[in-house]
């Protein structure tokens, strides 16, 4: 019975917090980073992670690192945890080898790719390693065009057969 | 049914132009029709004509007994077939085949099946995966086969789904999630079926999963069993564990195929490595991570266990396959289980007793450094800790991965299929969310300084324990090896060659043409009015280059796509 009121209760106050949720997605995302460190962060993600997560980060062995599935609410990753796990964990054949600013520009640039905004403040190791900012994609902050790409990349078809005589 | 009767009245004769003209588009594929996969068919499914299940079957040997194709003629294998299926990542699936029906799976769960003998595609089918991150997958986005049982093929897909269809049309029959997808958990290997169970086990172990091994109905996917491979407090193991909620996350990932001895009624699965990987974070042996058991088919319930790494801190697993075999050591007569693991050991345990009859490295071992009593022990100069960083052998990726060894009952050898490598490791630090891995180590894989190779096809006299051959090769060797009763062994290479070679001596006695990809898939073998076929599928892709370290860069070269070949002597 006690438990029964506990889960009522739960469920009062989560519906009772959805709504702050909404307002708080609808309010536009911080900016977090700097034009020149997302750039960069490209120009080495190419270098570093693309072989894996895919040129347009549409994802490949390694998973999206852009979009709706990757920065979803129902993942609930917040800035400090990808940052924290990509520059201990990746890449893959040699975690934890780039240099701070590599992984700090990385972040950078997944950022924007998900549709959070530049600004005049960089993005330092102090910031990111304490971000409860949650990483959600930001679907209206992204030239449509991407959208659709990147909706395009979610359930790709398999390239289809050709087939050779016996 | 009047179709088959040598006399036919008038009104039959007209029937039967009827079905000619509606079975025309499948003239030439079929002279037969499916033949139902039974208990009684897949308890002899080591005569069978066909290729039943994963390891050919029940006991995980990947031994064939036919010897149309054998160490005389093998130089004139020749290409029955193939086909071009594309997708530029791992193809890890061995064809399955029954009667006229191969049917083989592709990255991101695709199924395929063709005519055995002409190559004809029948049908396809494809998994869903919008909406799926494949967030928590580790090794590419692999499958590794399909199980067969009465009139369906099931598939296990990395969105924890098992999918049961119709093995001749490609309809689905039903289909059952066992837990939900990019939390943890996701499922790469083939079903195995026992009877009238469908049985798969989950991949998460560097993901905070706890994992386990589920039986569900095959006629209508409803679950029978679920036994996790980590113990919750109280239950037996429990108390190798720290006290608190770490047992929640600790893996035991279950995600290779089992094998099951039908005499004794017993299910082998191993059970992979403990999670976080960091071991100093949850003191204990861990039990019944990096471990042999043997459970219950019925309702799987846990009879016995061995730990091949105690506490382990490398991510050795024990997920190779639990190999059903029989053998005489120093005079006595085991029924054994025979096993080459990640650790670089291959154990021989006695089915009867529990114990281990006797283990040998097959390459170069540092964390386990020897055995006490029967059981293994590690060298505390090889664990990770936060501020320690160590240097070990083998790597993570072993010793030996996934990839199918060999028991030939002819030759009393096990082939078994090696890479070369050591890694440096360090503690890290971690903490655990759902979608993201878990594993408080960074790590990078090195060359054995013992070895200028990164892989070998090996063979062991299963009665000494001494190898007798050993085939090197400067890239990693990453196949399955399959032997036949015609006194070969066949394994590909990942530079692209299908090899066979002499069971008794290591020599290579045929080298396929250059294939369009390098091979990380076992070969199958099988047999259709009186033609023996060797079917193996080209696709590189996998662990190595993902986590291989140096090794990587031996592997950088080899293109890639997936290609299904099949040989056969022409005559």
């Known amino acids: ?166 | 049914m009047t179709r088959f009767q040598p006399f036919l009245p008038r009104r039959s004769l007209w029937r039967l132009a009827l079905w000619a003209l509606l079975l025309a588009p499948l003239a030439g594929a079929f002279a037969a029709g499916y033949p139902a996969v039974t208990n009684a068919r897949l308890a002899h499914a080591a005569t069978d004509n066909g290729w039943l299940m994963f390891l050919r079957d029940y006991t995980g040997d990947s031994y064939a007994p036919f010897r149309q194709i054998n160490s005389r003629n093998v130089a004139d294998l020749k290409l029955a077939w193939d086909y071009d299926i594309g997708m530029k990542r791992g193809f890890e699936a061995s064809p399955i085949v029954n009667g006229r029906y191969l049917f083989v799976t592709t990255p991101k769960d695709h199924l395929l099946a063709f005519d055995a003998v002409t190559g004809k595609v029948l049908w396809t089918y494809q998994e869903n995966l919008t909406g799926v991150g494949l967030k928590t997958v580790c090794c590419d986005v692999v499958n590794r086969g399909v199980a067969l049982y009465g009139n369906n093929v099931y598939m296990a897909t990395l969105d924890n789904y098992v999918v049961a269809l119709d093995a001749k049309t490609g309809k689905v029959v039903w289909r059952r999630q066992i837990k939900p997808a990019d939390v943890g958990y996701a499922m790469t290997l083939a079903p195995l079926t026992v009877q009238g169970m469908v049985i798969v086990g989950t991949s998460g172990g560097e993901y905070g999963a706890r994992d386990f091994v589920v039986a569900l109905d095959a006629k209508t996917g409803r679950e029978i069993w679920r036994q996790y491979t980590v113990p919750s407090p109280g239950q037996p193991g429990s108390d190798t564990w720290p006290k608190g909620g770490i047992y929640q996350h600790g893996g035991g990932s279950a995600w290779l195929t089992g094998t099951f001895d039908p005499a004794s009624d017993t299910l082998f699965w191993g059970g992979g490595n403990p999670g976080p990987w960091l071991a100093t974070l949850r003191p204990g042996k861990n039990l019944f991570t990096d471990s042999l058991q043997a459970f219950d088919p019925r309702t799987g319930k846990r009879k016995w266990y061995y730990q091949y790494t105690p506490h382990d801190s490398w991510d050795y697993d024990g997920v190779n396959t639990p190999m059903i075999t029989s053998l005489t050591y120093h005079g006595r007569r085991y029924q054994a289980i025979v096993h080459a693991d990640r650790n670089g050991w291959l154990y021989v345990i006695d089915r009867d007793t529990h114990k281990l009859i006797y283990a040998v490295p097959f390459a170069h071992t540092m964390s386990v450094a020897g055995f006490r009593d029967g059981l293994p022990y590690t060298d505390d100069a090889a664990r990770p800790t936060i501020k320690k960083q160590i240097f070990t052998c083998p790597s993570f990726l072993g010793g030996k991965n996934w990839w199918p060894a060999s028991v030939d009952p002819a030759t009393h050898m096990v082939y078994v299929p090696t890479i070369h490598t050591c890694m440096t490791m360090k503690g890290a630090p971690t903490f655990y969310k759902p979608g993201l891995a878990y594993l408080g180590e960074t790590f990078k894989v090195v060359h054995d300084p013992n070895d200028s190779n990164w892989g070998a096809l090996q063979a062991f006299d299963l009665d000494t324990g001494k190898r007798v051959w050993d085939h090197e090769s400067a890239r990693p060797w990453d196949d399955g090896a399959m032997s036949t009763a015609g006194g070969l062994v066949f394994s590909g290479t990942e530079g692209g060659h299908l090899l066979a070679f002499d069971a008794h001596t290591g020599a290579v006695l045929w080298r396929s043409p250059k294939l369009s990809s390098g091979i990380i898939a076992p070969p199958v073998t099988y047999r259709v009015d009186g033609t023996q076929y060797v079917a193996i599928l080209a696709g590189y892709g996998g662990a190595t280059p993902i986590w291989g370290g140096e090794m990587v860069k031996a592997v950088a070269d080899v293109p890639r796509g997936g290609h299904l070949y099949v040989f056969s002597l022409k005559r």
């Open chain 1, 1 to 166: 019975m006690a438990g029964r009121l506990l889960q009522a209760f739960l469920s009062a106050a989560l519906l009772a917090a959805l709504p702050v949720q909404r307002g708080k997605a609808a309010s536009p995302p911080p900016a977090l980073y700097t034009q020149s460190q997302a750039r960069q962060g490209a120009s080495t993600f190419e270098g570093k992670c693309a072989s894996c997560h895919g040129h347009h980060l549409e994802g490949g062995v390694g998973p999206a690192l852009e979009g709706p599935v990757f920065a979803s609410a129902k993942s609930g990753f917040t800035i400090q945890q990808i940052y924290e796990f990509l520059s201990v964990e990746m890449p893959a054949y040699a975690p934890g080898s780039l240099s701070r600013t590599q992984y700090l520009d990385i972040t950078a640039f997944l950022l924007q790719q998900n549709g959070y905004p530049a600004g005049s403040r960089a993005l330092t190791d102090r910031i990111a390693s304490a971000s409860t900012v949650p990483l959600l994609f930001q679907a209206a902050l992204k030239a449509p065009a991407k959208v659709a790409k990147s909706r395009a990349h979610a359930g790709r078809p398999l390239d289809m057969p050709k087939t050779n005589a016996p």
